[in-house]
Structure formats: C-alpha cells, structure tokens
C-alpha cells in the first residue's frame, strides 16, 4: 500500500514483493537459494523483530508482510545495514499474501506480533485474527509449525482466545513467549509503560 512519506529512500521497494502485482505463487528456494525453514511476521512494522531473528538464526528464511511501505522502507535499511541474506518483504496485506504466495504445509513460524488492536466494537470487524484467518493458518502451516501470538491489549487476546476454543484445527500450546518478541517498535513502547503482554502458541491439533 502506497502511503508515501518524505525523506525515504522508496528506491528500497525494488526488490520487495508488493502484492496485489506480484500476488502470485512464489517459489521461496529459489528466491533463497535454499531450502531452510520460512518464517512470516504478520505486520512486521520497522522489521526490528524479524531482523534481529533472521541474524540469530542464519539457518532459516525470514519474510516479513507489513502494509504500509515507509515500514517497509524502514525494515529494508536495517536488513542492509545488518548485511542479512536471509530475510525478504512483503508490502500488502498479510491475510491475502499467505494465501497466494506461500505453498500449503510451507511455513515454521507464523509470529503476529502487537497486531492493531482495534478496540471499538464496531471496529473489531478490522482485526487480522478473524475466525476465517484460522484455517488459513492451519492449512500454511508445516505439519510441526507454530503461530505465535503477542499483544498488549487483553481485548483481542480475549477475542482470540474465543475463537480458537470454537474451533478444533489449531491447539494453544503454550502461553510463554521469546522476550525478543517484545523488542519490536511496539513492543518497547508498551514496555516502557509497564504493560502485561499476553501470548499464545498454536500448534495443529492434528498433524499428518
Ligand atoms: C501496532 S503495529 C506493530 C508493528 C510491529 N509488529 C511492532 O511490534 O512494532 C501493527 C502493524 O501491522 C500492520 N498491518 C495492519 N494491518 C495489516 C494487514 N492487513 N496486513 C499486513 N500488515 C498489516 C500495520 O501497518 C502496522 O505496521
């Protein structure tokens, strides 16, 4: 999504998959020239999370989906500034980017971290976690992956929580959390204010 601000770089847009144009099948290995485990952030924001994973762990594929380009911008300079290899971007929305460009059973980790939380109730149709995001989860994810879920805002954990216990395809598996999960843009921010973090692992309840 165009938003356009001053002063970036958007020359850093380049290389970075902008659906709905590039909305199609992506073939990761070749894009990583390899085959290591993919791992998506949903709303990566300024990409502090996800680089700091992808440099602790070179063995795996990072991607990280955010809508809005000057985040974008912003997580590609600190890829470069990091000299990753393994890490690439979306720029789109992430409900429809996992359905298209991912293949089925092809993801490890899924992390949702400090999604917006919209918390009117006549907002709550916005929210990414939906009842219908739940299959879509299930059906991306390898057989042994995960989601992992963080939020400063017990509204819509709660909200989740509920939806998760109405359906019989993901299992909560853990309520624990990597404390690098919090060290995001938000994360910081709402640590600084003495927020609780709430979090939840999915797992497949049945895996083939
Ligand atoms: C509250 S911010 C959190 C950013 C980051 N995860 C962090 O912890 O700093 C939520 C992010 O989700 C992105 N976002 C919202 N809706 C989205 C969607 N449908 N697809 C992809 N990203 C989305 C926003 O642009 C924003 O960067």
Redesign the pocket.
Known sequence: MKFKKKGFDYSLLETTFTPPEDINFVNWEEVFGNKNPLNV??????G??LTQQALGNPNENFIG????DY?IVKSRMKENLLQLTNVRWIC????A?IEKMFPDKSLNKIY??????WPKKRHWK?R?FQAHFIPLIAKKLADNGKFIFISDHEGYYQWCIELIEAQKELVIVSHDYDIS?TE?????IWQAEQRTFHSFTLEKSVKL
């Open positions: 952030e949903i709303g990566c924001g300024n502090h999370f989906i955010d809508l809005k985040r789109g929305d992430a409900g980017s949702m971290t400090f999604p917006d939380p916005h990414l999960m995001s843009a938000f994360g910081k």
